[in-house]
């Protein structure tokens, strides 16, 4: 029987579980990571076990080492991406009512080999080539948002510009109308918020995403006009045509995903820049470099976990894990593994080792990786060029969202204007 992460409920210790690997963690309410994300990281990935059970959220596993959480990515057969048994899948379709299907991200919640046959259509849509000829429209929508401040001497990072700007491309890529904006900017709301409950909600949540699209992908089905979901409905899996089923899905993941990563990588890298002036100057003198900053940002500041379920029992880095089990891959706490990673909590321009598992590992390596640099390398070129130096409001601390994803909340900036 598979565990479903359930915010805030405490499990009671398996009997399997020694003392020795609990460690008492709540990804959503621990205090030091909502007041200081990054540097409670690093004390966990210096000072927790590299794997531990913890009792909080419906109880389960983290692994925390870079090594571990590598290897354990690339391992789908012993980690499972999908959060449901065959047999509770069965179950869920059964009790929905005969109109109503079951959301899901696919592929990031499926196994090879069906995993493989639903990514090669992304992968085709998603290559770096057509990822590249989005840039200079990603640029013009930089340029315009950062100009929309850059008189006020202020603003709120994220609502100004780190949650628009990727709800923005988003439409973009889908051909759909800016004016649509104010909606889909609801539903990155909801998609945020912290009612993080059981399975019904999440399906809620994941309905609506699917719903607000589906017009759209029946248009461009039957008048198809070139962009991403024109370019979608042409593609097959396994030599099949897809549905409608599989277009929201698919809408549904590329929604949320690149949702997360782009707005909390932005968030943190202002929030850093902002804290390091010195940083500021040396890439406006050397633009050439920023592409290596963003690596490096990427690498100290990671912000989203990787869900697995445990396939069959087994043992892992000496744990003896059931089959069901909930297994978290902590990236954020494994790219600052003090064993991979000299110094870890320090930002270093030139760090030899340029490794992370920001964008997981394995077959469900991110796949819009490729436009995520895009965005965020040409948002640090054109606020580093427009602005001159940023700096933290001291009157408003940042403080963070945490869960299985982390990010933060707010980050308010001043500059001379």
């Not at 085709?124 to 640029?139: E, H, W, Y």
């Not at 001497?153 to 510009?161: D, L, P, Q």
């Not at 010195?278 to 990671?302: K, M, V, W």
């Amino acid at each position: 029987m598979s565990e479903t992460l359930i915010q805030s409920r405490l499990a009671p210790q398996p009997t399997h579980v020694p003392d020795a690997l609990v460690y008492e963690f709540d990804m959503y309410r621990d205090e030091a990571l909502n007041n200081d994300a990054p540097a409670r990281l690093v004390d966990i990935a210096a000072n927790a076990p590299p794997i531990f059970w913890t009792p909080h959220n419906g109880g389960h596993w983290m692994v925390t080492r870079f090594r571990l959480v590598t290897s354990a990515g690339r391992d789908w057969e012993h980690f499972s991406s999908e959060p449901f048994t065959p047999e509770e899948m069965e179950a869920m379709l059964a009790a929905l009512p005969p109109d109503e299907q079951i959301y899901q991200p696919v592929p990031i919640l499926l196994d090879p080999p069906v995993h493989t046959k639903f990514r090669k259509p992304l992968n085709l849509v998603f290559a770096p080539k057509a990822m590249m000829a989005m840039q200079d429209s990603i640029r013009e929508l930089a340029i315009d948002l950062i100009e929309k401040v850059k008189d006020q001497g202020r603003c709120e990072f994220m609502s100004a510009i780190g949650e628009p700007m990727p709800v923005q491309v988003f439409l973009e890529m889908f051909g759909l109308p800016l004016d649509r904006q104010d909606e889909f900017r609801k539903i990155v709301s909801d998609h945020l918020s912290e009612d993080f409950g059981e399975v019904a909600d999440q399906q809620r949540k994941l309905r609506d995403m699917a719903k607000v699209m589906e017009d759209t992908l029946l248009d461009r089905r039957d008048n198809p006009t070139g962009d991403l979901i024109s370019r979608l409905w042409q593609t097959t899996v396994d030599g099949r045509a897809l549905t409608l089923e599989d277009m929201q899905n698919y809408c549904i993941l590329l929604f949320i995903a690149g949702l997360d990563t782009v707005m909390n990588a932005m968030g943190y890298a202002v929030r850093h820049f902002a804290a390091n002036p010195e940083l500021q100057d040396e890439l406006r003198a050397n633009p050439s470099l920023i592409p290596e900053a963003t690596e490096e940002l990427l690498r100290r500041y990671s912000f989203v976990m990787s869900n697995r379920r445990a396939a069959s029992d087994m043992t892992f880095a000496g744990a003896d894990i059931k089959a069901g089990e909930r297994v978290l891959l902590y990236n954020p706490a494994a790219n600052v593994d003090p064993e991979e990673f000299p110094d870890p909590g320090r930002f270093d321009l030139h760090r030899e080792n340029k490794a992370h598992v920001t964008f997981a590992s394995g077959p469900h390596r991110c796949l819009g990786s490729h436009l995520a640099r895009i965005e965020l390398q040409t948002l640090y070129e054109e606020m580093l060029a427009r602005l001159p130096t940023f700096r933290l409001d001291p009157d408003k601390p940042v403080r963070y969202r945490c869960g299985p994803v982390i990010g933060p909340r707010a980050v308010h900036i001043v500059w001379d204007s």
